[in-house]
């Protein structure tokens, strides 16, 4: 276990923003990590739990508090089960995955991050979400101050929400387990039209695996999705806002103020329709790149991402973001919420 103090976070995070930790603990065993806790908890200090800091925006003014940083390591695979240490790599473990031939995350692929991050986000793209494969979270419960596994039926899981998130300060993921499939070299269905349209197949027609998987890598990488430490674009938390998720009565207010403009639209469950994120900011004016000039804009390759430009604090990407959703708000009556994790500040 390593402990610094007055530790720099911005080298942790995708966006390389944030001020500094009082003291910052790198936990390498599942031991190490609930020690950390229940030192923290019994002390009654602050804790700030950071995998692969790719869904956070940290202050400037740092955190006053321990900063566990997960960095335990474990691929464990039997049959069509696999079990992954919350430090590891996503990636890495997609990528893994697909070398084995199992289905089941491969659409997944190029997610920044570590896997214990992933049921806490219900992590999802291109219509595969980690719901889908998880089958058990085992976690320190700071409640009853022992380790617990919860079922995937337990994590009540959503979209881009989940037990862990409606409680963020309850749970330390340690584990997570899901079920891959074995489909003789196949992917799982394909269900994302952009994705479809890509492989050249209906959606619903499976193809070989290896081509889903890197077809995805190809998308994400042409939208700044995929880190590069050369590129600015991928200097982000990957898509800053989820997609809107709105009411019968919501839908019609949004629909009157659309002046024949056609949005997307996806069934959300009874009484609930799904709308782009990326569409709405795009027809509110926000284009790719916006903000040229300033240390953070749009990136130039999707709306979606805000990013640091080199030398921009988190209040520039703050300023931006507000920016954006006021603008949304204003244009189309729809308040968009924001997806990384604010720490120390808010929108």
Known sequence: MLVDNDAPLAPLTTLRLGGPARRLVTAVTDAEVVETVRAADAAGEPLLVIGGGSNLVIGDAGFDGTVLR???EGFVLDGTLLELAAGEVWTD????AVDEGLAGIEFLAGIP????ATPVQNVGAYGQEVAETITEVVAYDRLLRETVTLTGEDCAFSYRHSRFKADPDRYVVLRVRFRLADEDGMSSPVKYAEVARTLGVEAGQRVELRTAYETV???????GMVLDPEDHDTWSAGSFFTNPVLTDDQYAAFLRRLDGL???????????????AAWLIDN????????????????????LALTNRGGATTEDLLALAREVRDGVRAAFGVEL???????????
């Open 262 to 276: 056609a949005a997307p639209a996806y069934p959300a469950g009874e009484g609930r329709t799904k709308t782009s």
């Open 217 to 223: 890598l190809k998308l994400r990488a042409g939208k």
């Open 93 to 96: 473990a997609v990528a893994r």
């Open 113 to 116: 991050g570590s896997a214990g």
């Open 70 to 72: 997960i960095a335990t």
């Open 284 to 303: 509110a004016g926000f284009r790719k790149g916006h903000g040229t000039g300033r240390p953070a804009t749009l990136s130039t390759k999707h709306t």
């Open 337 to 347: 919420v924001n997806e990384p994790v604010m720490v120390g500040v808010t929108l």
